[in-house]
C-alpha cells in the first residue's frame, strides 16, 4: 500500500473511531508492535541509502501525523465522554450527607478531663507516674512498712521478675505519685495524678483495673480548712449542685493525719447528689487528709516547714455517681453500643468547669 493511501486510510479510521476503545484498535493496527506504520519503519533498515533518503522522511511524516491525529481525536472523546457523564449524573444537592460513623468519649475519659478542668481552674497542674511502681513509692514512703496490715487490704499484683534490690506492684493507688512528685519538684506543689491503678479483685462493684485521681498539695501554712474549702469546691463543682450536702468524716489512712474521708448526700429519689432538704442516703466519695509528717520526710522536706494535704478518689465511682451509671464492669467491656448511649460526643462538652468559677 502505499505511503499516501495509508495515510488517508488510518486518518479516516481515527475520524471515524467513536469511542475511546475503537481508537484504541486504530491505534494498535497502525503503531502497535505488529502494526502497519511500524512495519514500514522497519523496512528503512533494510534499504539502501539513497532509497532510504526517499522514503525516511516519508516514513516518519507518516507516523508523526497518524500520532497527532490520534492525540486529537483521544481529547475530543474523552471530553466528550466527560460532557455526557455530566449531564447524566444530576447531583441532588438538598439529600442529607451521610456521615461517617464517630467514636464518643468514655464516661471515664470524660470524668477525667472534667477533673483536670475543674483543678486547673484551682491552680493544679496533672502530674503522672508509673504503673509498675516499687514497693518503697507504692508503700514505704506512704508510711506503710513491710509489716503494715494496709499492705494486705490492697491485695497487690505483685511482679515475679523484680530486681534483687525491689519489689515491683503495679500501683494499687496513685498515692505513688505524690512521692515522685515531693522528691522532683521542689515545693510549693499543687497537682493532681489521675491515673489506672490495679488490686487482685472482681466483682459487680470491683474490677482488676480501675482508675483513681489524687490530689497533693504541699505549702508553707497549709491546714484542714484549705483541704476543707478545695474538696467542697470541687464536689459543688464536678455534681454542678451548688448546695450539695456533704459530711466530713474522721476516718484512718496511713499517709495522712488526721484523716477525713468524704460522704456526699444523695437523693435516691432523683438517683443524684442533692442538697440537705432532699437528702435520704450518703455516699462515700473520697478519702483525705493532712499529709503525714513522716511521708514529708521520706520525700526529703522538712515538715515543720512544709504541710500539705492530699486526697484521693475513685474516677469510675464519680463517673457512676455523676452519670447515673450502675454497672463497673460494663465500663470495660468494650460494648459498642454501651459506649454509644453512655459516651460523650467529642464536639459537645458540657461547660464544665462552669460550677468552679464565681
Ligand atoms: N490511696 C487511697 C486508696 O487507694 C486513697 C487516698 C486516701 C489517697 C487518702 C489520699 C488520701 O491521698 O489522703 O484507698
Not at 43 to 59: D, H, K, Y
Not at 157 to 177: E, G, M, N
Amino acid at each position: 500500500m502505499s505511503t499516501d493511501r495509508l495515510r488517508a486510510e488510518t486518518l479516516a479510521a481515527i475520524a471515524a473511531a467513536a469511542s475511546p476503545d475503537a481508537l484504541e484498535a486504530v491505534r494498535v493496527a497502525a503503531m502497535g508492535k505488529q502494526g502497519q506504520i511500524t512495519q514500514l519503519l522497519k523496512t528503512l533498515g533494510g534499504m539502501s541509502p539513497v532509497e532510504r533518503a526517499v522514503s525516511g522522511p516519508a516514513f516518519n511524516g507518516l507516523r508523526e501525523a497518524v500520532a497527532g491525529a490520534l492525540a486529537v481525536r483521544k481529547a475530543a472523546l474523552d471530553e466528550a465522554a466527560l460532557n455526557a457523564k455530566l449531564a447524566a449524573e444530576q447531583q441532588d444537592m438538598t439529600l442529607p450527607v451521610a456521615l461517617p460513623p464517630t467514636g464518643s468519649i468514655h464516661p471515664v475519659s470524660q470524668v477525667m478531663d472534667e477533673l483536670a478542668e475543674i483543678f486547673a481552674d484551682l491552680g493544679f497542674a496533672v502530674a503522672d507516674g508509673p504503673e509498675i511502681e516499687d514497693d518503697w513509692h507504692n508503700f514505704t514512703a506512704l508510711n506503710i512498712p513491710e509489716s503494715h496490715p494496709a499492705r494486705a487490704m490492697h491485695d497487690t499484683f505483685y511482679i515475679a521478675q523484680s530486681p534483687a534490690d525491689k519489689k515491683l506492684v503495679l500501683r494499687t493507688h496513685t498515692s505513688p505519685v505524690q512521692i515522685r512528685t515531693m522528691i522532683s519538684q521542689a515545693p510549693p506543689i499543687r497537682i493532681i495524678a489521675p491515673g489506672r491503678v490495679y488490686r487482685s479483685d472482681s466483682d459487680a462493684t470491683h474490677t482488676p483495673m480501675f482508675h483513681q485521681i489524687e490530689g497533693l498539695v504541699i505549702d508553707k501554712g497549709i491546714t484542714l480548712a484549705h483541704l476543707r474549702w478545695t474538696l467542697e469546691t470541687f464536689i459543688k463543682a464536678f455534681f454542678e449542685v451548688d448546695d450539695v450536702a456533704l459530711r466530713f468524716r474522721p476516718s484512718y489512712f496511713p499517709f495522712t493525719e488526721p484523716s477525713v474521708e468524704v460522704d456526699v448526700g444523695y437523693s435516691s429519689k432523683t438517683g443524684k447528689p442533692a442538697g440537705a432538704g432532699q437528702v435520704d442516703k450518703w455516699l462515700e466519695v473520697l478519702g483525705s487528709g493532712m499529709v503525714h509528717p513522716r511521708v514529708i520526710a521520706a520525700c526529703g522536706l522538712d515538715p515543720d516547714e512544709w504541710q500539705g494535704f492530699a486526697f484521693g478518689t475513685g474516677v469510675d465511682r464519680l463517673a457512676m455517681l455523676k452519670y447515673g451509671l450502675t454497672d463497673l464492669r460494663a465500663f470495660f467491656d468494650g460494648d459498642i453500643k454501651w459506649l454509644k448511649h453512655h459516651g460523650f460526643s467529642a464536639f459537645d462538652l458540657p461547660s464544665i468547669s462552669a460550677g468552679a468559677t464565681p
